[in-house]
Nanobody, 124 residues
Framework: QVQLLESGGGLVQAAGSLKLSCAASGDTFSSYTMGWFRQAPGRERAFVAA???????TNYADSVKGRCTISRDDKETVYVQMKNLNPDNTAIYYCAAREYGNNFFVATTDYDNWGQGTQITVPS
């Protein structure tokens, strides 16, 4: 199992950018596929992006393609950079992990390790 801790959320104006980080600990980070999800008030948790355990393959939700970049480093951290944010992007953003897996894991049930989440608020 791996423990996950997100950071980097906050208040950002419309059209602004934000980069979230997720620090992993407790297991071999390099063997985990990593994902980002978000949950807006009153809505289900939804897939945002995923990166394979090798780091070579990524996948994005259609709603964020072109505005979002997921990456990982060799220091047990995965990032998601989001640009041109709008009020609809207001949500709690969660980091998730699944040992091995692949970047096509887009369902919440595909992941078995979750962080506590970090809030992004984009005022209208």
């Amino acid at each position: 199992q791996v423990q996950l801790l997100e950071s980097g959320g906050g208040l950002v104006q419309a059209a602004g950018s934000l980069k979230l980080s997720c620090a992993a600990s407790g297991d071999t980070f390099s063997s985990y596929t990593m994902g980002w999800f978000r949950q807006a008030p009153g809505r289900e948790r939804a897939f945002v992006a995923a990166i394979s355990w090798s780091g070579h393959n990524t996948n994005y939700a259609d709603s964020v393609k072109g505005r979002c970049t997921i990456s990982r480093d060799d220091k047990e951290t995965v990032y998601v950079q989001m640009k041109n944010l709008n009020p609809d992007n207001t949500a709690i953003y969660y980091c998730a992990a699944r040992e091995y897996g692949n970047n096509f894991f887009v369902a919440t049930t595909d992941y078995d390790n979750w962080g506590q989440g970090t809030q992004i608020t984009v005022p209208s």
